[in-house]
């Protein structure tokens, strides 16, 4: 399938709506204000109209072109703020409505979610999701890592020479058996304890538990975007424990509540151990008909889709209370400013996602003719960092570029209300609150040409070996972070893949999820590639 680049982002002034949070602006010592933006959060509240450089690529797809070319976008890396005599800090709307990424034009849909686009669509109704193996006629082909396999004809694989199989498709019962038919004779025999009822329990529930949750998912056009991030949304264990027993209803659910009760019905499926491979389309239904860019069977960004996924989570959740206005004292601290900053947007937005995936950045806007500084504080719900030029880098480079100082020049200048005049200024950002999953969006896309950045980052894969202390606003040693899921995209502008790769909680191997197709495991030396795209990581 073709993948598209994110589209650009540029957000309006005070009192506009915000998709991922909100944003403020405090005065320094002589009074002045600045915005910053979050990743994903609106500009200034003071009136300065701001394009969001480091949350997404500046890039936008041209829906009404026959040829599905990609189209650059003007737009500036970097916020461009304004200066505000006041201290004041308005309250954003989190509803996706407010939130316009692309033009009237560029939403129009060129399909529909009609039954009849797929043989089979329908059979499943809407109480459940599994079909049989029919609902897709199914073909052979050689998977990524080589094995010949059966597959959906709808998948799309990228070519590659076969070498040792390391896959096993889902649907069928065979390599199943054989899948476990080594362990389960081990745990018959050998050892005292099997001997017994209760050993003999005990030892299949542990094989359960480790076979939960590798269930495929079948691409029923152009979804393997939404498939990638389902998986690693799967695989996000505090989520996936919420899910599993969450239980709401279609009646007089909102658009969001009927995404989450679909969701939920999903991962509940997905993690029984019967399950093997799972059809999403009453997920895709209920997702486009609230965002219906998605009601096609486009070909679309996986970190956008993640964006606004979990906005649509969190709104059938929130249970935050709006209309509050917020003014902060000059003279506190920035840590008791970041503070009472937290505890207004909690309060305005408040439930499970939140608490799992937001952090908080602190953005510093200093003047360099009179040195007055300014410093804001926003939400993000991902960070997407740049990468450097060199084709093999480490991590923490593309995080040096994210965090490090830039300066405001020439049509980027803010006013500086103490200079009465357009002031060339520096800006930084730290992270000021570390969330308890961390989502990492490395911008692959390149914001000038129409290309994919093929650069390989190393990143980090083992347990705690991610250390984000020195990219915090306050000194502390106990930041670390374990990788758990990766979203790779595989081909280029012009055509590629979504797979994911995902560390089972309880095996604690990793497996490649290719729609349908689901590794038996993945070496950890095969994680980092110039493929990764998203990477999830848990706080530990």
Not at 90 to 101: F, G, I, N, T, V
Request: charged letters at 20%; aromatic letters at 10%.
């Amino acid at each position: 399938m073709r993948v598209i680049a994110p589209r650009g982002s540029s957000t309006s002034a005070a009192g506009s709506g915000s998709l991922y949070g909100t944003s403020s602006s405090t005065s320094g010592g002589n009074g002045a204000g600045t915005s910053s933006s979050g990743s994903g959060a609106t500009g200034s509240a003071s009136g300065g109209a701001t394009t969001n450089g480091y949350s997404r690529c500046n890039a936008y797809y041209d829906r009404s072109s026959s040829l599905s070319k990609f189209l650059p976008t003007s737009g500036s890396s970097v916020s461009s703020t304004s200066y505000s005599s006041a201290s004041s800090y308005y309250p954003s709307s989190y509803l996706a409505s407010s939130y316009a990424p692309r033009s009237t034009l560029h939403r129009n849909s060129v399909g529909s979610t009609s039954s009849s686009y797929l043989s089979g669509g329908s059979a499943a109704g809407p109480s459940t999701y599994r079909t049989s193996s029919a609902y897709l006629s199914d073909s052979s082909s050689y998977g990524r890592y080589g094995a010949r396999s059966v597959i959906s004809t709808r998948n799309v694989l990228p070519p590659v020479s076969p070498t040792p199989s390391r896959y096993w498709d889902r649907d069928s019962s065979n390599t199943t058996s054989r899948q476990y038919s080594s362990s389960n004779s081990s745990a018959l025999s050998g050892s005292s304890k099997y001997n017994t009822d209760e050993g003999y329990r005990s030892a299949a529930n542990v094989r359960e538990e480790k076979s939960e949750g590798l269930c495929g998912l079948r691409n029923i056009g152009n979804t393997c975007f939404m498939n990638s991030v389902i998986q690693c949304l799967s695989h996000t264990t505090e989520l996936t424990r919420f899910l599993r027993t969450h239980h709401g209803s279609r009646s007089s659910a909102t658009k969001d509540q009927l995404i989450l009760f679909e969701f939920a019905k999903l991962i509940q499926e997905m993690w029984t151990t019967s399950v093997h491979t799972v059809t999403p389309m009453d997920l895709k239904r209920a997702f486009s008909a609230k965002h219906r860019m998605y009601s096609d069977y486009n070909q679309q960004d996986a970190q956008e889709f993640l964006r606004f996924f979990l906005d649509s989570l969190h709104s059938a959740l929130n249970s935050g209370i709006k209309g509050e206005t917020l003014n902060i004292d000059d003279n506190l601290s920035d840590n008791k400013k970041a503070d009472l900053t937290w505890e207004w947007y909690t309060r305005h937005e408040n439930s499970l996602v939140r608490d799992l995936f937001v952090g908080q950045l602190k953005s510093t806007l200093k003047c360099t003719t009179c040195g007055n500084t300014s410093v804001t504080f926003d939400p993000f719900w991902d960070l997407s960092v740049p990468l450097p030029s060199s084709s093999r880098c480490k991590l923490e480079a593309c995080l040096d570029l994210f965090i490090r100082e830039e300066i405001l020049d020439g049509d980027e200048m803010p006013t500086c209300s103490k200079c009465k005049t357009r002031r060339k200024c520096t800006k930084s950002f730290t992270i000021q609150r570390f969330p308890k999953y961390l989502v990492i969006h490395l911008k692959r896309f390149s914001e000038t040409r129409w290309s994919k950045l093929s650069n390989i980052v190393e990143f980090p894969t083992a347990d705690r070996d991610l250390n984000m202390a020195s990219y915090g606003a306050n000194s502390n040693s106990n930041v670390h972070y374990s990788l758990y899921a990766i979203s790779n995209h595989m081909g280029s502008t012009a055509g590629g893949h979504y797979t994911a790769l995902c560390k089972h909680p309880v095996s604690r191997k990793w497996h490649e999820f290719n729609d349908n197709i689901v590794s038996d495991s993945v070496a950890e030396n095969f994680l980092v590639s110039s493929s990764a795209y998203i990477l999830f990581y848990e706080r530990t």
